[in-house]
């Protein structure tokens, strides 16, 4: 099998187009391998083409920039590790029968003197072609990256790597200014004067940034894995109870009080082993937060969200076009989970369609959140019935998503829990209501008794059930069964719409159409 990528197909990075429908939705697996100053990272890519789920994802710390500031040549025995990550890289691709293995570069390989001959030596062992990238390009990659996981995101992105660190603007789907600097931890240990000189050259090229910039007090995303380290820092600070880095919210004020935290701490070996960090991303994390305090004081950043998707996202989303870009990535990715796993698939937009009455006061946020919902209602079936509901939750609040907070995590997951059992209480999972208020809680126990209801209603996807009526001023709920389905409303069915009737404090009527 042939993984060689040629360099210079029209296919962009990927060396041939990956979506050449427009429509198209499914994506074949695709590899992607981020050749970094830190670390030497293959993702394989597999499934909905808007919102690709993460079919294998490996990670080896090699170091390849360390040193690099001193020397001019990459960390001898990270070159090694490096080329050795690229061989079992390679054959894991050619045991998944992909196609194509996309190799970039970034900081070390292109400021190192022997950058080129790794990369001639990568080729000639493994056949891959290795795409070393300027800053600005990864800067816009990085950038797209967080394009895919927030549909119409604004704002400041910042990606730190080992040896650099670049910004990049976006606003309306669209990239803008970018700059590169040598912000990165690994370059930071070899600046001279000790804490001194390092705080004047972080301030002085800060500086000289914003100048480059401008004015940017909307977003601040950030990418990178000494980021993601000082967000774990501060969930562990914190006590935060939902451990997911995607769509993590920090302010100004947090990231000072974990700066100080990291500075300060007695023993990072144990911090680190307490937040699940690796000891060369733990080595690092104390400068990382010196350059993200002055980051903060810079720029002024209205808030602050991690990203996890970065620099491989981007390249998937650079191949994308416009129509696939525009559509909603939590709601592909939920379309996608029903036709894979749910006993019937279609059946969610319908339920979507019967609900929609009860919510048609929603603001467009909360009815994709309802419509993710109705296509997810199915797909934990096979679980053990006693604990269906609260695998419900567990997948929901812990999937793989884009474009969901983690405040929309938590109301997703509570309608799938009500699904399946009327009652919230005494579930393993209690500790993570509360990032959400009582009305959140209740919205999505009404939403769970609806989905609850309209599952007693399954007939073929395209079957008329019928339709709701909701007054909520008059709390008065309506239900009007089509003849075929009035069959369907036993017992159990009666009870299901009486409980949801509860929940919304109305009276419930139930009436025949003609037809």
């Not at 993200?292 to 996202?313: Q, W």
Request: glycine content about 8%; charged content about 25%.
């Amino acid at each position: 099998m042939n993984v060689l990528v040629e360099p210079h197909h029209d296919g962009g990075l990927f060396g041939r187009p990956l979506f050449e429908d427009p429509s198209a939705r499914a994506l074949s697996r695709v590899g992607v391998v981020d050749v970094g100053s830190n670390s030497v990272r293959l993702v394989v890519f597999d499934g909905a083409a808007r919102s690709p789920a993460y079919f294998y994802n490996e990670k080896i710390m090699c170091a390849l920039g360390a040193g690099l500031s001193d020397t001019g040549h990459l960390n001898p025995e990270g070159r090694v590790r490096a080329l050795g990550a690229l061989r079992r890289f390679h054959r894991l691709a050619k045991g998944m029968g992909l196609s194509d293995l996309t190799v970039v570069a970034t900081a070390a390989v292109r400021d190192a003197s022997d950058g080129p001959a790794f990369c001639a030596d990568v080729e000639r062992e493994t056949g891959l072609y290795v795409r070393t990238i300027d800053g600005r390009e990864e800067a816009r990659l990085s950038a797209q990256g967080v394009l895919l996981g927030w549909p119409g995101s604004y704002g400041l992105v910042c990606d730190i790597g080992g040896s650099s660190m670049e910004l990049a603007e976006i606003s309306g789907g669209i990239v803008g200014r970018r700059e590169t600097s040598d912000l990165g931890p690994l370059k930071l240990q070899t600046i001279k004067g000790g804490k001194k000189g390092r705080t004047a050259h972080i301030k002085a090229t800060m500086e000289r940034l914003k100048d480059a910039m401008g004015a940017q007090r909307d977003r601040l995303f950030l990418v990178g894995g000494s980021w993601r380290a000082i967000c774990k820092v501060d969930m562990h600070r914190r006590g935060y109870p939902l451990q997911v880095l995607h769509e993590y919210r920090m302010t100004p004020k947090a990231v000072r009080q974990t700066a100080k935290f990291i500075a300060t701490h007695p023993n990072h070996e144990e911090l680190r082993a307490a937040c699940g960090i690796s000891a060369a991303r733990m080595a690092l994390a104390p400068l990382a937060a010196e350059v993200l305090v002055r980051l903060v004081k810079t720029f002024k950043p209205k808030d602050i969200a991690i990203s996890s998707y970065g620099i491989r996202e981007g390249m998937l989303y650079e191949q994308m076009p416009q129509r696939l870009r525009d559509r909603d990535p939590l709601v592909e990715a939920c379309r996608f989970a029903e036709a894979k796993d749910a006993r019937m698939p279609g059946f969610g937009k319908r339920l979507y369609e019967f609900l929609e009455p009860l919510f048609k006061s929603a603001p467009f946020a909360r009815k994709r959140l309802i419509k993710a919902a109705c296509l997810l209602h199915d797909v934990s079936w096979r679980a053990h019935p006693d604990y269906r509901a609260e695998v419900c939750f567990d997948n929901a609040t812990r999937a793989n998503l884009g474009g969901l907070k983690h405040s929309e995590r938590i109301f997703l997951g509570l309608a799938l829990l009500h699904r399946y059992t009327n009652r919230r209480e005494g579930t393993h999972f209690e500790y993570l209501y509360d990032l959400v208020d009582e009305k959140t809680q209740t919205d999505a126990e009404v939403l769970g008794k609806a989905m609850r209801f309209g599952a007693m209603m399954w007939m073929d996807k395209d079957a008329n059930l019928g339709e709701f009526r909701w007054f909520p001023k008059k709390k008065q709920l309506e239900l009007r069964l089509a003849p075929d389905a009035m069959p369907l409303f036993g017992e159990v069915a009666e009870s299901r719409l009486n409980s949801l009737a509860a929940s919304l404090q109305a009276e419930v009527t139930i009436k025949q159409r003609k037809r």
